[in-house]
C-alpha cells in the first residue's frame, strides 16, 4: 500500500473507534428506550473495527517481475 492508503485506512479506523466510544458513551447516558439507535450505531461501528483488524492484507507483489504496464514503451 502505499502512503495515502494507509493514511485513508488510519483515519477511517480512527473514525471507527471515535464513533463507537461516543455511541457507547450516549448508550451509557440516555434511556434505553432512546439508545437503540446509539446501540446500534456503536455495534456496526464495533463489527468494522474487528473486520479491519482481522482482515488479511493481500501479499506484496514481486518486484523482480515487472507488471505489463512498465515493460511497454
Known amino acids: 500500500m502505499d502512503d495515502t492508503a494507509l493514511l485513508r485506512q488510519t483515519i477511517r479506523r480512527c473514525t471507527a473507534v471515535l464513533v463507537a466510544t461516543l455511541s457507547t458513551l450516549g448508550v451509557s447516558l440516555q434511556s434505553p428506550e432512546e439508545a437503540s439507535y446509539l446501540l446500534m450505531l456503536a455495534i456496526v461501528s464495533m463489527v468494522y ?8 492484507s493481500p501479499p506484496a507483489e514481486n518486484p523482480g517481475n515487472p507488471s505489463s504496464t512498465d515493460g511497454e514503451k
Not at 473495527?49 to 488479511?56: G, Q, R
Open 49 to 56: 473495527l474487528a473486520v479491519e483488524f482481522i482482515k488479511v
